[in-house]
Nanobody, 118 residues
């Protein structure tokens, strides 16, 4: 099992910044990738950014590219999401997840709320 705990969400004005963190514990040795997803009520959860754990290769959704940066601290088993130039449409519950060697997003955190006011 892998346990994920997100933090760093909150209320920010449009144009502001927030940095999310996700601490991973447990059986993390077969982790292939980690990612950040977000979800708003009535909508499907969407992938925001992902990073391969070993090589650090990153991928972003088009709506956040150039504004968000995903990174990881391998020594601390922690994933980050730096969010700049936030927009009201970025308001959502943000979740981190682990893709393991089953090649599925197998583990999820409890989520952290990000609210961007206009």
């Amino acid at each position: 099992q892998v346990q994920l705990v997100e933090s760093g969400g909150g209320l920010v004005q449009a144009g502001g910044s927030l940095k999310l963190s996700c601490a991973a514990t447990g059986r993390t040795w077969n982790r292939l990738e980690m990612g950040w997803f977000r979800q708003t009520p009535g909508k499907e959860r969407e992938l925001v950014a992902r990073i391969t754990w070993v090589s650090g290769f990153t991928t972003y959704s088009d709506v956040v590219k150039g504004r968000f940066t995903i990174s990881r601290d391998k020594a601390k088993n922690t994933l980050f999401l730096q969010m700049n130039s936030l927009k009201p449409e970025d308001t959502a519950e943000y979740y981190c997840s682990v893709k393991d060697n089953s090649n599925s997003w197998a583990y999820w955190g409890q989520g952290t709320q990000v609210t961007v006011s206009s």
